[in-house]
Each structure stands twice: as C-alpha cells, then as structure tokens.
C-alpha cells in the first residue's frame, strides 16, 4: 500500500489545477484498485470554519461540528486521491453516489485530530464502475468520526465487483415534514465552506462550459441542509447516517423534505416542489 502523509491541506489553486490535469486519463476497467492511504496527522477544528458551516447549511448556533461537518475535513485527502497517480481515473466527471456516516463522538472546535482516507472497494454499477473511499478521523488515536464515499466512474464498460444495489426503494408512508429553498447563490457560498470549488456549482455560465443546463447544488449541502431541520435540538453525540443522492438540484430551487419514522430511526428524502423527483434518499439513526 502506498502512503502519503500531509502536514497541511494543499493550496486550492494547487489542488484544483491538478484534478484539472487529470482530465488526460482515460476512463477504463481495472481488475482491482490500487491500496492507496493519505493522512493528515494534525488538523485543527476551526471554530469560524464551524460556524460558517453551521450558517451556510441552516444548523444553529454552536460550538460542536454537526453530524455531516467531519466530512469536509477529508475533502483535501480525497482530491489529492483523485489526482494521484494512484486513481486510475479523471476527477473530473467522477460523481459521489452513496454515502454512509458513523459519529461515535462530537467533534468541537478547537479538537486536534487526525484525518485519514484509504482506497476500498470495487463495484460495478449499469453506469459505470463503483469505488469506495474509507475515511476515518481519530481523536488522541481513538475513532470519533468514520465514513464511506461512494463514487461513480462513468463510461466504464465491463465493471469489476458485485452490482451496486439501492438500499432505498419507493416508500408511499413518507409524509412531507416541512419545505426549503435553495437559492441560486448556494454553490458559491457552499464552495468557500467546503473547499469544492467545481465549475457545475459556481455560475450558469460555468456549468454550461461543462454540459449542465445551469448551476447545480453541491449533493452534501442539500444533505446537511435537510438534516439541519430533521436532527433533534442539542448535541447529538453517536449517530448513523446512509445517504444515496439520485438527482442534482438546479438553482435555483424550492424543495420539500419527506420522513417516515421507524423503530430503527428517520427514513426521509429530498424531493423537487412537486415529490415527482427525488434528489437525496437517506436513513438516519441518532
């Protein structure tokens, strides 16, 4: 397995010229993923980068890091990954399919912690091929924060791995909880939180450049914007989280959260303004 060790997240312009500069490879099949590991022994949760999450996604005032924020600490792990040698594919045109979350403690501003992302597995799916990243955030060496990002490669032909299956089917017991905007200046203002600045999500102008009808909202803000009114009021200290996002939101948009409540926890969905189309499907354990 190869290892890269950060001792700070690269520089954006940096970072974004080198997924630029991976667009030169060829999307193709590969028998197994090469055994990549990237870390960043020391990062400091931010308190002003905390509280602009918490703005910019509809959280509440606080101190602690909501459930989905230890995501974004990974982000520069994940695109360094994506712009290796390592991955044998583009960033570019590379889509995040399918996530799982698993809190087994708050993260609060000023924590130091270590962040880890380690390549996983191989999936086939009828678009394409399926391959997971493995992230993991330790405080004082223990796991406080563990995730799995899914992405799509498409245009792989022949796949490699077992079909990728839905854990969501369509559920008529959902019932609309409650409405939301996403306003047409959201990918701009989620980018400088998230460190995502993809041209799809930055003007109309950009996205068109790059075959979008218009601007698209960044999949993991509409995630956390929805869970901003779904997650009980407090700290919410363990938690589960399996997200599928479906659809891409054109800013900009009104949407509607739907829920059904089970034993096991919150079965709820991100719908268009008419619940014809579906954005994000989701279950959530707290």
Same mark, same amino acid.
């Given at each position: ?91 570019? +045109? ?18 130091? #912690? ?22 993991? /955030? ?26 990728? #299956? ?8 959902? #019932? ?8 047409? !200046? /959201? ?7 998230? +460190?995502?600045? !993809? ?88």
């Amino acid at each position: 397995m190869s290892a890269h060790v950060l001792l700070h997240p690269p520089a954006l312009p940096s970072l974004l010229w080198r997924a630029w500069a991976t667009r030169s490879k060829r999307p193709g099949r590969v028998d197994s993923l090469p055994a990549a590991h990237w870390s960043m022994p020391s990062v400091t949760v931010q308190a002003a980068d905390v509280a602009h999450y918490r703005s910019v996604c509809g959280f509440d005032d606080g101190q602690t890091a909501p459930l989905t924020y230890p995501q974004l600490l990974t982000f520069p792990l994940v695109m360094a990954y994506l712009s290796s040698p390592e991955c044998p594919w583009p960033a570019a +045109g590379t889509v995040h399919l399918y996530n799982r979350i698993e809190q087994h403690d708050t993260l609060r501003a000023g924590d130091v #912690v270590s962040v880890e992302v380690v390549t996983g597995a191989l999936r086939s799916h009828e678009k394409g091929q399926v391959f997971d990243l493995d992230l993991f /955030i330790r405080r004082e060496g223990e796991v406080v924060w563990q995730g799995t990002q899914s992405l799509l490669r498409r245009g792989v032909h022949e796949p490699t791995g077992l079909p990728h #299956v839905s854990d969501f089917q369509d559920d008529d017991q959902l #019932v609309k909880a409650f409405d939301f905007e996403a306003p047409a !200046n /959201i990918g701009r203002r989620y980018a400088w939180v998230s +460190g995502d600045f !993809n041209p799809m999500h930055l003007s109309r102008l950009s996205a068109r450049l790059l075959g979008f009808r218009g601007t698209m909202a960044h999949g993991l803000w509409t995630q956390a914007r929805a869970l901003a009114g779904l997650l009980p009021s407090g700290v919410v200290q363990r938690a589960t989280l399996y997200t599928e996002f479906k659809s891409p939101v054109l800013l900009p948009a009104q949407l509607a959260v739907w829920q059904h409540k089970t034993p096991a926890g919150l079965r709820w969905e991100v719908r268009d303004a008419c619940a014809d189309r579906y954005h994000v499907r989701a279950r959530l354990s707290v």
